[in-house]
């Protein structure tokens, strides 16, 4: 009886496993945690798509957002200039200081998860 169940529990582990496993291969895997972060974190200013029109925007009509869907205006930005901006905020750059760091918050890689993501918004 015993056998069985430790037969069972065996079984159910390694299906738990590849399940997980499977998950991670899963070509928008990736993405779809960044999208998640991204609707969390940055939609309430840079809405959802990206283009600056979040809801916060609104109220800080002094706000000046950049449409990340315009492909010549991110083209003047690097990656490592994105992932600056993403970690330390935009003060540490010379721009608004409404632009919050996210250091303390998010890790490395998921804060360039955000600057591929960002990208992404003008690649279509
Ligand atoms: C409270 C509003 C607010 C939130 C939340 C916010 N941002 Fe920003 N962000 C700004 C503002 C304002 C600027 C423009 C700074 C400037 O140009 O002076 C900016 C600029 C940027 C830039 C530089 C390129 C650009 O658009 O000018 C990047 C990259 C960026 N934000 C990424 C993010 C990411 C990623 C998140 C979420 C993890 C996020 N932001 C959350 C307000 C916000």
Known sequence: MQRIALILFIGCFFSFVSH???QAKLPGAKSAGAAKIHNQYC?????????GDGPTTKTL??????DWTNKPI????TDDDLFKIVSEGGKAVGKSNLMPGFKAKLKEKDIRGQV???RSFSQK
């Open 20 to 22: 997980v496993q499977g």
């Open 43 to 51: 939609a309430k200013c840079h809405g959802e798509r990206g283009k």
């Open 61 to 66: 009509k002094k706000m000046k957002m950049t």
């Open 74 to 77: 991110m083209a003047k930005f």
């Open 116 to 118: 591929t993501y960002i």
